[in-house]
């Protein structure tokens, strides 16, 4: 599976795009945390586990918000 990252945008974009790649970077940060949860279980790591939850929990919250200004 190809890693998503977050990247920097090279140009000056408009707000409207700016809104729309925060909302993609938090995206990519969520589903980097799911992976790292995934891991965590496997591990039996239950600290990594409830951390990284709670991260996908603020950064999905994040999109959604972001989201909302695009509507």
Do not use: C, F, Y
Not at 55 to 60: A, F, N, S, Y
Request: charged fraction near 25%.
């Amino acid at each position: 599976m190809a890693q998503a990252a977050v990247k920097e945008d090279t140009g000056i974009p408009t707000a409207t795009d700016m809104i729309g790649n925060l909302v993609a970077d938090q995206e990519t940060v969520a589903m980097s945390a799911r992976r790292l949860v995934k891991a965590a279980e496997v591990d039996g790591d239950e600290a990594t586990v409830d951390l990284a939850v709670n991260r996908i929990l603020v950064h999905q919250k994040n999109a959604w918000m972001l989201r909302s200004h695009l509507e």
